[in-house]
């Protein structure tokens, strides 16, 4: 495989580009490296630590800041990362909130469940996603019940979660969430349960077709039965994991093509595994569009920061950290996830990265890290500290503004250049290479 | 509900620079049109470092320093109140029988408030904004909503930071379109959100406010020699790099953090104390005195969403912004007293009956004030009926939302309020004693002691 594409493919899938991947996968055709790269079985059957799975009701905070580090652990050291890449993509599509839900265990229970279901049954994730607690919480179904129903999920679900606005109407929104009636938690455990006696088993009209509808038989509708509605779902999930894989542009025919081989797998449809290898094999993946269409968001930034460096997420302090670059872990903003882009690029979020960068310096700096440079010219070291951080070769704008940068350090100080070291290494850090994705 | 889970916070961060569907335009963000106007365009960048360095001088963000205000410019603080405040709860009816017939154990006792006249009272937590009434320094604007209220959060907050009643997809906030009608070396440091993320209102239609940490440690601030030189060299990365727009887009906004930085580090120094919200206003009032070209500050104060438990929260949220602005105003330089206006907003009012949970729900028509040196002291619209049948029952708006806005656009900030809210079809109201920066010997005054306690809206033009 090309080297260019395949450094491409590793940076959008995998977060960073390993050089032993690149060993393994260059002599692969593009089918074959793509097949290697969504084969997440080679992680083996992940397991949620026991720590994550109750609650520690006076450690609440310690149990978040363990779960940011354990989750950017696993970007950065799985053998297969684009499983915590599709789960990360789960995480800003079906959304919940650590804070707002108030239990990080079902947090951390539901972010499992969009590990194993990563590259799964599109449909499958969907049911399970709806039943798990976090979601009940977050999006009101705990609290639904007959004669007061709560239209909170059954709106996102299909506003933002399977077909987008436009594709039905407030009648089905009212239906849907008289469907859903009944399907609580407990309290104060936060378990799933069916209570027969609080769900509405009058019959309602939902896309036209009236009965007993149940809440599951919601979403069985929505992407399997009906022969329409499943056709915008399949081109509503397929728009948005090319937003979040390739560029924020796809073309409607492109869509439309993608979905087509989404709705078509084998042996059922919406298998998402089948979805991305097709996916991540167009030629328009390779595009120069997508190649300089997207921006690491700050969480795939610190996978990155975190797999160059060698500090883990207790190291850089991502718990606390994030929240001035505007993203946290287990936190999207609302019920739409987060944004692309434009979002992350204002000089308040900036100011939040390049802090980050800066204290990831010293640390690396109080070690000797990066003393080799003292011995080269100025280019020499900015090819040398580029190449380290997988983003060489530089656009000759942020080559020639760090040479000069760095040979005014070089002449200003020539007995002594721990500074020009030191504020080299930042100044990669904040280059645009870095933060693109 | 659509979004009843967002908290207060969520609300503002969805309303945060809008899904860019396209690349960056030409203006915005980007820094290109000013490196054209000083010769260093796309063309230039080409010739590299060298050209930079020959253009720049030693100090690549002195090219850049914001502009001293005129000293008849106005400076508008924007506080929004996240959530919903409850304004009848804020600007009490206390004689009004519906009132305490509605509210039941949520209504502030006649004999707790802080009289303002025979009909309207502030609540308890409001002291330092009672003096300011006293002298005349308080608008306070009855009935503010907007047509068909929507109840969520997010759809009403949208609205309000539109700052438009024009249809179609919300793309850009008003204070953004304000800033699109500035001379681009005026606009480039007029707004700014003391927040880690700019808000819809802020962003034009090619222009966006800035975003200043109210953390504070700022990066770009030290100003040893070493690091002087980093900043230096990360500044000259901002040229077209043929990596595409957002590659470029990244290097302009660093760009500008560095020299946001370079500008408001002094105000961030000694580090602001107290709450969230007074380090937030004391920061404001900062980088007013620092003069450095900022014309709106944006100043969020979340947590009014008071569906609960409403008594304890509401008084710890009024008082919280009470301190704030008496720290804000000891904080803020003299010379700059007739010259800042404060403006509070929130997405709506609550319900007028209170809930079974001791608090209040998504409501319509609210309260807004005008706070400041050179506002006439009074009460402004009429303040809607509080003759409600029905539990859930909402107040009927008496007044066009743009219109306080409107005003102040007008009247404060120099620009056609028509033009920047897309439409005239609002009252503006005579709340402006003076001019930014005119000594008003003859500040009109009427604190309705012993009237309705309620001064008819003029109407000036519209």
């Known amino acids: 495989m090309d080297h260019d594409e395949l450094t491409h493919l590793l940076r959008r899938t995998e977060f960073v580009v390993r050089p032993e991947r690149v060993t393994e996968l260059s002599a692969l055709s593009r089918a074959d490296a793509v097949a290697n790269i969504l084969d997440v079985g080679q992680n083996g059957t992940p397991a949620l630590p026991v720590y994550f799975q109750s609650e520690h009701l006076d450690h609440g905070w310690e149990q978040y800041v363990a779960a940011c580090s354990w989750w950017l652990d696993r970007m950065v050291n799985t053998p297969r990362p684009m499983q915590e890449k599709m789960t990360l993509f789960w995480h800003g599509h079906f959304t919940s909130a650590w804070w707002d839900v108030g239990k990080g265990y079902h947090m951390m229970l539901q972010n499992h469940l969009y590990r194993q279901y990563a590259l799964g049954d599109f449909r499958q994730l969907t049911q399970k996603m709806a039943l798990e607690p976090a979601m009940l919480v977050y999006l009101s179904n705990a609290v639904n019940v007959k004669g007061e129903p709560n239209q909170n999920f059954a709106r996102e679900l299909m506003e933002l979660f399977t077909l987008g606005v436009g594709n039905y109407t407030e009648a089905d929104v009212d239906a849907s969430a008289r469907a859903w009636t009944g399907h609580n938690a407990d309290w104060p455990a936060y378990v799933y349960q069916f209570r027969s006696s609080r769900h509405d088993n009058f019959d309602k009209t939902f896309f036209g077709t009236t009965k007993n509808w149940d809440g599951p038989d919601i979403i069985d509708e929505i992407l399997r039965d009906n022969p329409t509605k499943k056709v915008v779902a399949a081109r509503f999930i397929v728009k948005k994991l090319w937003q979040f894989f390739a560029h924020l542009s796809p073309p409607a025919t492109l869509v439309e093509e993608l979905a087509d081989v989404f709705l078509a797998t084998t042996p059922g449809p919406l298998d998402l595994q089948q979805l991305m290898q097709a996916l991540l094999t167009r030629d328009e993946f390779y595009s120069t569009t997508a190649r300089t269409g997207l921006v690491r968001t700050p969480i795939e930034w610190f996978a990155a920061l975190s797999f160059y460096t060698g500090l883990n997420g207790d190291n850089m302090g991502v718990a606390w950290a994030a929240e001035a670059t505007g993203q946290q872990f287990f936190q999207p903003p609302n019920v739409s996830g987060w944004r692309p882009n434009g979002y992350w690029l204002n000089t308040s979020a900036l100011n939040g990265r390049a802090q980050i960068a800066r204290s990831a310096t010293w640390r690396l700096r109080d070690q000797h890290g990066f003393d080799e440079v003292y011995d080269m010219t100025a280019a020499q070291a900015v090819d040398y500290v580029a190449q380290f951080f997988g983003i060489h070769p530089l656009s000759t704008a942020t080559r020639d503004a760090l040479i000069t940068g760095h040979q005014a350090a070089l002449d200003a100080t020539p007995w002594v250049n721990w500074w020009a070291a030191t504020n080299l290494l930042t100044m990669i850090l904040l280059t645009p290479e870095f933060h693109m994705a | ?462």
């Open chain 2, 1 to 462: 509900m659509p979004d009843s889970s967002l908290s207060t916070a969520d609300i503002r961060r969805r309303l945060s620079v809008p899904i860019a569907e396209e690349a960056p335009g030409p203006g915005g963000w980007t820094r290109r049109s000013f490196l054209q106007a000083v010769g260093l365009g796309a063309g230039a960048a080409a010739a590299g470092g060298l050209l930079h360095e020959l253009a720049f001088g030693a100090d690549t963000r002195t090219a850049f320093a914001g502009q001293p205000l005129g000293t008849h410019e106005g400076v508008l603080v924007l506080l929004t109140h996240y959530g919903g405040n409850d304004g009848l709860n804020m600007v009490v009816p206390y004689t009004n029988n519906d009132y305490y017939g509605m509210r039941g154990g949520l209504a502030i006792p006649a004999n707790q408030v802080l009289p303002l006249d025979g009909v309207h009272a502030l609540h308890p937590a409001l002291s330092t904004l009672k003096s300011m009434w006293d002298a005349h320094h308080v608008a306070i604007v009855h009935g503010s909503g907007y047509p068909n209220p929507d109840l969520s959060h997010f759809s009403s907050m949208a609205t309000w930071m539109h700052g438009s009643l024009a249809g179609g997809a919300i793309t850009s906030g008003w204070v953004g379109r304000w800033l699109d009608g500035l001379a681009p070396d005026l606009a480039e440091m007029a707004a700014a959100s003391i927040d880690s993320a700019v808000p819809l209102s802020l962003q034009g239609r090619t222009r966006g406010g800035l975003g200043v940490s109210p953390w504070g440690n700022l990066f770009g601030a030290d100003s040893g020699d070493e690091n002087q030189r980093m900043y230096n060299a990360l500044s000259a990365m901002n040229t077209p790099a043929g990596r595409g727009p957002w590659h470029d887009m990244f290097s302009s906004a660093l760009a500008t953090q560095l020299r946001v930085a370079s500008e408001l580090a002094p105000s961030l120094d000694p580090e602001p104390q107290g709450s969230d919200l007074v380090r937030r206003m004391t920061i404001a009032a900062r980088i007013i005195n620092a003069n450095v070209g900022l014309r709106v500050i944006d100043v969020p104060h979340g947590g009014y969403d008071t569906h609960e438990g409403q008594p304890g929260r509401h008084e710890e949220l009024l008082g919280d912004f009470d301190t704030a602005l008496a720290t804000f105003y000891a904080t803020l330089s003299p010379a700059y007293h007739r010259r800042v206006l404060i403006v509070t907003l929130s997405e709506f009012g609550r319900t007028p009956y209170a809930n079974q949970s001791l608090g209040t729900d998504h409501g319509t028509a609210n309260v807004q004030m005008v706070i400041g040196h050179q506002v006439r002291g009074g009460h402004y619209g009429t303040p809607p009926s509080l003759n409600v049948a029905d539990q859930w029952d909402r107040l009927v708006s008496t007044l066009d939302f743009r219109s306080v806005l409107g005003t102040l656009v007008e009247g404060w900030m120099g620009a056609d309020a028509g033009e920047v809210m897309e439409g005239n079809s609002f009252e503006r109201l005579n709340f402006l004693a003076a001019a930014p920066g005119v000594v008003e010997l003859t500040k009109t005054i009427d604190d309705g002691a012993d009237q309705s306690g309620l001064m008819p809206a003029v109407r000036v033009r519209g």
